[in-house]
């Protein structure tokens, strides 16, 4: 089994496109960089206080006028009720920091990374399909279920080393520029509302550094479960078009639905609307009624163990044609 | 006796209402070279794919030295290297890195890279990627693939494809060299009848999914062995050769009959005594190409 995952990972090294994804996280993190330099510079001469309070007013009074779309809503005054927390508490929770910085990259990892995952997974098999490299590979003397195994195996570790190395670079990148101590910044999270009061016992205060660990965490998982659907699609489509392009647009179509038509409710059953996880932690409100933790772990492993399992039957199964 | 090696029996594919290969049985032996000839749609691929196990057979089975390939597939396909259809391999990564990649998947070392590159001449272009090789190139570089590990039972599909002559030359020594020298048993298909007439002692020939003759290459030439006469008067000859015992049909200005070279002089002497004009008297061989037209009747052969 070793040698069949040293094999996966090298033709996914070899054939570069992991190195564009790390190059695109690169790129995407030097820029994130950048403007919380900005930031930074514009901070010192600016009063933060007034920043926040300003930015609360924008939201109620954007909440006042649109009353159209109930999630939108609902998100902008989980945020105002979370942003006055800070100002009570006299917190800067934005002042820019190499740590904050990566916690913060945990949340823009739950919509960019599964983007770089599906990628990288939807082709794992469908690739072998349309290079017809999968006679060679399924005629030597390895049963089938165990090439599946062996390709899941280095998807997952590839997820997480996506993962890793984001996190890596965020704190790369700043470093140089920004303040590097604040690990043990107190961080809170776990604003829900009930109506329009937000409760406070449900609030957690955790240093910044275990917060991280827990979006980091929770993104992870999601990561895992973005993996194992792209691995069906990839095992269902014979071209590495076809299997990518459905992937990432169930991905974006998915999290344009959830903006957009909140009223169908069915959408919180689709895996997309689950996989913001650390964002949904760290206090954005799910774009579904219900959609609570416990449900979105719970989501992303139905459809995560439905994917590997179907895709594992249809694998072993299907005959091999040209 | 040498072992059977491959044994098919009552191989078929039905997919949809279409049979694409029907109730096909053969059985190739070791330190033999078994052609496997057919037009293109002939069911020839089909028929590779279940044996190496792509393709699951709607009934019939396939054993490799005895092991069935569904049941016991690991056990069976240890004894196989193959190509099907092209020698697709990856094209992003080197020559040598795809024979590390099944070495690996095999479990054998690095000396049995070696030993395939040297088989095929190859030595000098595997550090290169597979993607800038030519299409002869990749051929060489399946078959030094499909040779690792020592199999013992070898599946080529069209292994003269995309080869100048010398390369076809190289592949046909080389094929004949294992099976003579080495007992291996080859497996090869191919639309190209004098590819098989150099290279195969024993041939199946494959139409619409079905066997139609199979045995030995000599014997099935041999047997078909008859005699052209030019003569003045086709009607009467025929009748004279009939009368002789010997089987004869007309066409335009020739006679044809199955007669062996050496009973020639006395059908001549009957004929030119009947008063016939006998313009030229040859040897027919029929090829596997002229056989092969026969048995499909005339169908065409690509």
């Not at chain 1, 159209?68 to 942003?83: D, F, G, P, Y």
């Not at chain 1, 080393?161 to 984001?166: N, P, S």
């Not at chain 1, 699609?233 to 992937?247: E, H, N, R, Y």
């Not at chain 2, 890279?113 to 800038?132: C, F, K, P, S, Y």
């Amino acid at each position: 089994m070793i040698n069949l995952v040293q094999n996966e990972t090298l033709k996914i090294l070899r054939r570069r496109r992991f190195m564009v994804v790390v190059g695109i996280l690169f790129v995407i993190l030097s820029i994130v960089s950048y403007s919380q330099v900005e930031k930074l510079n514009r901070s010192r001469d600016q009063n933060w206080r007034a920043d926040l309070q300003e930015r609360i007013a924008r939201y109620e009074n954007w909440v006042r006028r649109a009353r159209a779309n109930e999630a939108w809503v609902r998100s902008a005054r989980t945020e105002i009720k979370r942003l006055q927390f800070y100002l009570d508490r006299d917190i800067n929770p934005e002042a820019p920091t190499v740590p904050l910085v990566v916690r913060v990259f945990a949340n823009a990892a739950g919509w960019l990374l599964p983007l770089l995952v599906a990628v990288i997974g939807s082709d794992i098999v469908s690739a072998e399909n349309a290079e017809g490299t999968d006679k060679l590979l399924l005629t030597r003397p390895v049963r089938r279920w165990k090439i599946l195994t062996a390709k899941l195996i280095t998807l997952l570790m590839f997820a997480t080393i996506t993962l890793v190395v984001g996190a890596a670079m965020a704190w790369i990148v700043t470093v140089p520029f920004l303040p590097a101590r604040g690990w043990d910044m107190p961080m809170f999270n776990g604003f829900q509302m009930t109506g329009d009061v937000v409760k406070l016992e449900s609030i957690r205060q955790l240093p910044l550094w275990k917060d991280a660990l827990i979006a980091y965490g929770l993104e992870w998982y999601a990561l895992l479960a973005v993996a194992a659907v792209s691995l069906l699609l990839s095992v269902i489509f014979k071209s590495s078009a076809a299997s990518i392009g459905t992937m990432l647009a169930s991905l974006i179509g998915g999290t344009i639905l959830t903006r957009i038509s909140p009223d169908w409710t069915a959408g919180k059953y689709f895996f997309v609307s689950a996989i913001p996880l650390s964002d949904y932690y760290s206090g954005a409100a799910p774009p579904y009624e219900g959609m609570t933790m416990t449900f979105c772990i719970g989501l992303l492993a139905v459809w995560a163990v439905g994917a590997v399992v179907t895709a594992f039957v249809i694998f072993t199964r299907r005959d091999v044609f040209g | 006796m040498p072992d059977i090696a491959l044994s098919a029996e009552n191989l078929t594919k039905v997919i949809g209402k279409k049979t694409i290969v029907d109730s096909a049985s053969f059985q190739v032996h070791e330190g033999e070279v078994y052609g496997f000839l057919g037009p293109n749609g002939a069911g020839k691929t089909t028929t590779i794919r279940m044996l190496v196990g792509l393709i699951k057979p709607t009934s019939g089975s396939v054993e490799i030295f005895g092991y069935d390939v569904r049941r016991e597939f690991e056990k069976a396909m240890r004894c196989i290297g193959c190509i099907v259809e092209n020698p697709d391999l990856y094209r992003f990564m080197t020559g040598r890195e795809n024979l590390e990649h099944f070495a690996r998947m095999l479990g054998v070392g690095n000396g049995e890279i070696e030993r395939v590159a040297a088989l095929v001449n190859m030595d000098h272009r595997l550090e290169q990627r597979v993607g800038t090789y030519s299409l002869g190139m990749r051929q060489r570089l399946g078959i030094a693939q499909a040779m690792l590990g020592k199999p013992r039972l070898l599946i080529l599909d069209e292994p003269a494809n995309g080869l100048d002559p010398a390369g076809i030359r190289e592949i046909r020594e080389l094929l004949r060299h294992l099976a003579e020298e080495q007992g291996l048993a080859v497996f090869v298909s191919s639309h190209l009848l004098a590819e098989i007439e150099l290279m195969a002692d024993r041939v199946a020939i494959i139409h619409k999914g079905k066997i139609l003759r199979e045995g030995p290459v000599r014997d099935l030439i041999s047997s078909q062995r008859s005699m052209e006469f030019k003569v003045g008067d086709v009607g009467r000859a025929v009748d004279v050769l009939r009368a002789l015992g010997v089987a004869a049909t007309a066409d335009h200005d020739r006679v044809f009959a199955l007669v062996e070279e050496a009973d020639t002089p006395p059908i001549l002497a009957a004929l030119t005594g009947q008063g016939i004009d006998v313009f030229h008297a040859r040897q027919r061989v029929h090829t596997l190409e002229e056989m092969f037209l026969e048995a499909t009747g005339g169908e065409t052969v690509d």
